[in-house]
C-alpha cells in the first residue's frame, strides 16, 4: 500500500473547525483513503472515507485534493471528546480485505 | 446490534508463556483481523481470517497463530512470549466485501510479559 504523511500533532480550540492534514504523494488511482481516530484506552474507529470526491457525515468532512495526493479531515466544531490519535490510511479497492496499514497518525490535543 | 468484545481486559504472563486472547465478532460479520499494538505506535497488522481460514498475514513468526469458529468468535495464540510481545491487542470485524470495508475495532487486551 502507498504511504501517507501526517503530522505528529496538533492543538485545537474547543468549538473550532479542526484542519488534519494527510500527504500520500504516491497513491493510485484505486486507493481509497480512509481516516479512522483512536481515543485513549479505546480501539480505533472508523471517522470516514473518500476516492475522488469531497465526503461529508455526521463525525466529520473529508476534502480531496484535485490531484488526490493530499486530503484533509474536517471536524467542524471540535470538542474535548474529539482529542484523539488521528490515522490516515490508503486502502487499495481491488484487495478486498486487506489489512489497515497504520502509521504513527496525528495526536489531536483539544483546549477547553 | 453487539459491537466487537475482547477478553481479558489484562493479562500479565512471564516469559517462554503461551497466551490465548479471545474475541467476539459484531453480529453478521464474516471475518476478523488481529492487531498489535506497542506503545506509542500505531496498530500493526498480524494476520485476518475469513470464513474460519486465514486470509492475510503480516510480518509475524509462526508463534503467533490464530482461529476463527463457526460463529465467527476468534482467538490470537501466541507461543514462547517474549518480552517485546508486551502490547495492546486488538481485534476488528468486519463484513468482507470489497477493500473498502470498514473494521469494527475491540478495546483491546493489554498483554504484559514479565
Known amino acids: 500500500d502507498a504511504k501517507t504523511t501526517q503530522p505528529n500533532s496538533m492543538e485545537s480550540n474547543e468549538e473550532e473547525p479542526v484542519h488534519l492534514p494527510c500527504n500520500h504523494s504516491?497513491?493510485?488511482?484505486?486507493?481509497?483513503i480512509h481516516w479512522y481516530r483512536q481515543l485513549p484506552s479505546q480501539g480505533p474507529e472508523y471517522v470516514i472515507h473518500?476516492?475522488?470526491s469531497n465526503v461529508n457525515n455526521r463525525m466529520a468532512s473529508l476534502a480531496i485534493a484535485e490531484d488526490r495526493k493530499s486530503s484533509t479531515l474536517i471536524l467542524h466544531r471540535a470538542t474535548l471528546r474529539d482529542a484523539a490519535v488521528y490515522y490516515c490510511?490508503?486502502?487499495?479497492?481491488?484487495?478486498?480485505?486487506?489489512?489497515?496499514?497504520f502509521g504513527g497518525g496525528t495526536r489531536l490535543m483539544v483546549k477547553p | 446490534e453487539t459491537g466487537v468484545t475482547q477478553s481479558p481486559t489484562h493479562l500479565i504472563k512471564t516469559r517462554g508463556q503461551q497466551v490465548t486472547l479471545r474475541c467476539s465478532s459484531q453480529s453478521g460479520h464474516n471475518t476478523v483481523s488481529w492487531y498489535q499494538q506497542a506503545l506509542g505506535q500505531g496498530p500493526q497488522f498480524i494476520f485476518q481470517y475469513y470464513r474460519e481460514e486465514e486470509n492475510g498475514r503480516g510480518n509475524f513468526p509462526p508463534r503467533f497463530s490464530g482461529l476463527q469458529f463457526p460463529n465467527y468468535s476468534s482467538e490470537l495464540n501466541v507461543n514462547a512470549l517474549e518480552l517485546d510481545d508486551s502490547a495492546l491487542y486488538l481485534c476488528?470485524?468486519?463484513?468482507?466485501?470489497?477493500?473498502?470495508?470498514?473494521?469494527?475495532f475491540g478495546p483491546g487486551t493489554r498483554l504484559t510479559v514479565l
Open positions: 473518500g476516492l475522488t
Open positions: 490510511i490508503l486502502r487499495d479497492v481491488r484487495n478486498a480485505g486487506n489489512m489497515l496499514t
Open positions: 504516491t497513491i493510485s488511482g484505486t486507493d481509497y
Open positions: 476488528a470485524s468486519s463484513l468482507l466485501t470489497s477493500g473498502t470495508d470498514t473494521q469494527y
